[in-house]
Protein backbone atom coordinates (compact mmCIF):
# COMPACT_ATOMS: atom_id res chain seq x y z
CA UNK A 1 0.00 0.00 0.00
CA UNK A 2 2.71 2.50 0.77
CA UNK A 3 4.81 1.74 -2.54
CA UNK A 4 1.59 2.12 -4.48
CA UNK A 5 0.90 5.52 -2.94
CA UNK A 6 4.49 6.72 -2.88
CA UNK A 7 4.23 6.20 -6.46
CA UNK A 8 0.86 8.08 -6.78
CA UNK A 9 2.11 11.00 -5.28
CA UNK A 10 4.94 11.01 -7.39
CA UNK A 11 2.65 10.93 -10.52
CA UNK A 12 0.76 14.00 -9.11
CA UNK A 13 3.70 16.17 -8.41
CA UNK A 14 4.60 15.42 -11.94
CA UNK A 15 1.57 16.19 -13.34
CA UNK A 16 0.90 19.25 -11.48
CA UNK A 17 4.69 20.84 -12.22
CA UNK A 18 3.57 20.25 -16.01
CA UNK A 19 0.18 22.00 -15.27
CA UNK A 20 1.80 25.04 -13.42
CA UNK A 21 4.93 25.57 -16.22
CA UNK A 22 3.11 24.93 -19.62
CA UNK A 23 5.09 27.10 -21.52
CA UNK A 24 8.60 26.06 -20.61
CA UNK A 25 8.85 24.16 -23.94
CA UNK A 26 7.74 27.58 -25.81
CA UNK A 27 9.61 29.46 -23.42
CA UNK A 28 13.01 27.75 -24.17
CA UNK A 29 12.47 27.69 -28.10
CA UNK A 30 11.52 31.89 -28.38
CA UNK A 31 14.56 32.34 -26.07
CA UNK A 32 17.15 30.17 -28.71
CA UNK A 33 15.10 32.05 -31.61
CA UNK A 34 17.40 35.09 -31.65
CA UNK A 35 20.49 32.95 -31.92
CA UNK A 36 19.56 31.30 -35.22
CA UNK A 37 19.19 34.68 -36.24
CA UNK A 38 22.69 35.88 -38.09
CA UNK A 39 23.70 39.79 -36.87
CA UNK A 40 24.84 40.38 -40.63
CA UNK A 41 21.65 39.89 -42.02
CA UNK A 42 22.65 36.22 -43.44
CA UNK A 43 19.31 33.81 -43.14
CA UNK A 44 18.68 31.52 -40.49
CA UNK A 45 19.98 28.09 -41.09
CA UNK A 46 17.51 26.26 -43.04
CA UNK A 47 15.90 28.58 -44.63
CA UNK A 48 16.25 28.83 -48.59
CA UNK A 49 18.64 31.25 -49.89
CA UNK A 50 18.79 33.58 -53.31
CA UNK A 51 21.77 32.87 -55.48
CA UNK A 52 20.89 35.80 -57.82
CA UNK A 53 19.76 38.46 -54.77
CA UNK A 54 22.00 41.27 -54.05
CA UNK A 55 24.41 40.71 -50.31
CA UNK A 56 25.20 44.34 -48.74
CA UNK A 57 26.98 47.02 -50.18
CA UNK A 58 29.24 45.30 -51.88
CA UNK A 59 26.74 43.94 -54.15
CA UNK A 60 25.55 47.42 -54.70
CA UNK A 61 28.89 48.66 -55.58
CA UNK A 62 29.41 46.07 -57.97
CA UNK A 63 26.39 46.75 -60.06
CA UNK A 64 26.81 50.43 -60.26
CA UNK A 65 30.69 49.63 -61.06
CA UNK A 66 28.89 47.64 -64.34
CA UNK A 67 26.61 49.72 -65.20
CA UNK A 68 28.26 53.39 -64.69
CA UNK A 69 30.58 53.47 -66.96
CA UNK A 70 28.36 52.19 -69.93
CA UNK A 71 26.12 55.13 -69.36
CA UNK A 72 28.36 57.68 -69.33
CA UNK A 73 30.17 59.23 -72.75
CA UNK A 74 33.71 59.42 -71.72
CA UNK A 75 34.32 63.43 -72.56
CA UNK A 76 37.86 62.99 -73.88
CA UNK A 77 36.14 61.14 -76.96
CA UNK A 78 33.56 63.99 -77.13
CA UNK A 79 36.04 66.47 -76.85
CA UNK A 80 38.23 64.87 -80.20
CA UNK A 81 34.97 64.48 -82.19
CA UNK A 82 34.24 68.30 -81.56
CA UNK A 83 37.46 69.02 -82.51
CA UNK A 84 37.29 67.11 -85.92
CA UNK A 85 34.11 67.84 -87.21
CA UNK A 86 35.35 71.75 -86.62
CA UNK A 87 38.57 71.13 -88.08
CA UNK A 88 37.12 69.02 -91.19
CA UNK A 89 34.58 72.14 -91.74
CA UNK A 90 37.58 74.57 -91.85
CA UNK A 91 39.22 72.38 -94.28
CA UNK A 92 36.11 72.33 -96.47
CA UNK A 93 35.80 76.27 -96.71
CA UNK A 94 39.48 76.59 -97.17
CA UNK A 95 39.17 73.78 -100.08
CA UNK A 96 36.09 76.10 -101.72
CA UNK A 97 37.47 79.44 -101.31
CA UNK A 98 40.73 77.78 -102.89
CA UNK A 99 38.97 76.34 -105.99
CA UNK A 100 37.37 79.91 -106.86
CA UNK A 101 40.88 81.86 -105.91
CA UNK A 102 43.36 79.89 -107.80
CA UNK A 103 46.10 77.69 -106.20
CA UNK A 104 49.71 77.38 -106.34
CA UNK A 105 49.61 73.97 -107.88
CA UNK A 106 47.58 74.94 -110.46
CA UNK A 107 49.28 78.09 -111.24
CA UNK A 108 52.29 75.63 -112.09
CA UNK A 109 51.05 72.94 -113.78
CA UNK A 110 49.36 75.70 -115.72
CA UNK A 111 52.93 77.44 -116.70
CA UNK A 112 54.40 73.77 -117.45
CA UNK A 113 51.62 72.97 -119.97
CA UNK A 114 53.18 76.52 -121.78
CA UNK A 115 56.59 75.70 -122.05
CA UNK A 116 55.28 71.71 -123.27
CA UNK A 117 53.46 74.10 -125.80
CA UNK A 118 55.83 76.36 -127.17
CA UNK A 119 58.50 72.93 -127.35
CA UNK A 120 55.72 71.42 -129.25
CA UNK A 121 55.60 74.74 -131.75
CA UNK A 122 59.00 74.63 -132.17
CA UNK A 123 59.47 70.92 -132.70
CA UNK A 124 56.86 71.57 -135.16
CA UNK A 125 54.76 68.40 -133.37
CA UNK A 126 51.76 71.52 -132.82
CA UNK A 127 50.04 73.72 -135.58
CA UNK A 128 47.59 75.81 -133.61
CA UNK A 129 49.65 78.17 -131.47
CA UNK A 130 46.89 79.21 -129.55
CA UNK A 131 45.27 76.59 -128.46
CA UNK A 132 48.56 74.54 -127.84
CA UNK A 133 50.32 77.77 -125.95
CA UNK A 134 47.09 79.47 -124.41
CA UNK A 135 44.02 77.04 -124.15
CA UNK A 136 45.75 73.81 -123.36
CA UNK A 137 47.21 76.15 -119.47
CA UNK A 138 44.18 77.56 -119.09
CA UNK A 139 41.93 74.12 -119.17
CA UNK A 140 44.42 72.96 -116.78
CA UNK A 141 44.17 75.76 -114.17
CA UNK A 142 40.09 75.10 -114.34
CA UNK A 143 40.58 71.27 -114.23
CA UNK A 144 42.84 71.79 -110.60
CA UNK A 145 40.17 74.28 -109.26
CA UNK A 146 37.79 71.86 -109.94
CA UNK A 147 39.45 68.94 -108.21
CA UNK A 148 39.88 71.32 -105.17
CA UNK A 149 35.74 72.23 -105.45
CA UNK A 150 34.93 68.32 -105.57
CA UNK A 151 37.40 67.94 -102.33
CA UNK A 152 35.42 70.35 -100.46
CA UNK A 153 32.14 69.42 -101.00
CA UNK A 154 32.95 65.83 -100.31
CA UNK A 155 34.53 66.87 -96.77
CA UNK A 156 31.55 69.70 -96.20
CA UNK A 157 29.02 66.59 -97.07
CA UNK A 158 31.12 64.26 -94.23
CA UNK A 159 30.75 66.90 -91.66
CA UNK A 160 26.94 67.60 -92.10
CA UNK A 161 26.37 64.10 -92.10
CA UNK A 162 25.91 63.89 -87.93
CA UNK A 163 24.62 66.17 -85.78
CA UNK A 164 27.44 69.17 -84.73
CA UNK A 165 27.71 72.10 -82.86
CA UNK A 166 26.01 75.33 -84.16
CA UNK A 167 29.31 76.64 -85.37
CA UNK A 168 30.62 74.10 -87.01
CA UNK A 169 27.70 73.46 -89.19
CA UNK A 170 28.02 76.74 -90.20
CA UNK A 171 31.30 76.50 -91.23
CA UNK A 172 30.94 73.37 -93.25
CA UNK A 173 27.74 74.91 -95.05
CA UNK A 174 29.83 77.66 -96.10
CA UNK A 175 32.32 75.17 -97.58
CA UNK A 176 29.45 73.29 -99.53
CA UNK A 177 28.28 76.66 -100.72
CA UNK A 178 32.05 77.73 -101.92
CA UNK A 179 32.63 73.76 -103.23
CA UNK A 180 29.64 73.69 -105.42
CA UNK A 181 30.19 77.74 -106.63
CA UNK A 182 34.11 76.25 -107.28
CA UNK A 183 32.80 73.66 -109.83
CA UNK A 184 30.06 75.71 -111.68
CA UNK A 185 32.95 78.10 -112.21
CA UNK A 186 35.49 75.39 -112.91
CA UNK A 187 33.14 73.66 -115.63
CA UNK A 188 32.22 76.88 -117.30
CA UNK A 189 36.45 77.44 -117.94
CA UNK A 190 37.35 73.74 -118.55
CA UNK A 191 34.63 74.12 -121.83
CA UNK A 192 34.75 77.82 -122.51
CA UNK A 193 31.34 78.72 -121.44
CA UNK A 194 32.60 82.24 -120.56
CA UNK A 195 34.35 83.33 -122.97
CA UNK A 196 36.07 81.33 -126.06
CA UNK A 197 39.25 80.93 -127.07
CA UNK A 198 40.88 83.79 -129.67
CA UNK A 199 41.20 82.69 -133.11
CA UNK A 200 43.75 84.18 -135.48
CA UNK A 201 42.20 86.29 -138.36
CA UNK A 202 41.12 84.76 -141.86
CA UNK A 203 43.84 85.90 -144.40
CA UNK A 204 43.45 86.13 -147.95
CA UNK A 205 41.77 88.11 -150.19
CA UNK A 206 43.18 91.29 -149.48
CA UNK A 207 45.06 93.43 -152.09
CA UNK A 208 48.73 94.84 -151.63
CA UNK A 209 48.36 98.71 -151.53
CA UNK A 210 48.20 100.94 -154.85
CA UNK A 211 47.10 97.93 -157.32
Not at 23 to 42: I, L, R
Not at 75 to 85: D, E, F, I, L
Request: hydrophobic share 45%; proline share 5%; charged share 20%.
Amino acid sequence: MDTTKTEARTDDTKAAEAAENPGTTEATGTSEAPEAKKADGEPAAGAAVDEDAPRGADAADEDQEETGDEDVPPAAATATGSVASGAGAVVAAGLGLASLTGTWMGTVLAERQTLLGQIKLQTGKATDQIGTVYGAPWHTHALVNGLFALLAVVVAALVLTRTRPAWVRAVAWGGLALGVLGIIVSAGMYFDLFASLPTLPKSGGAGTPGS
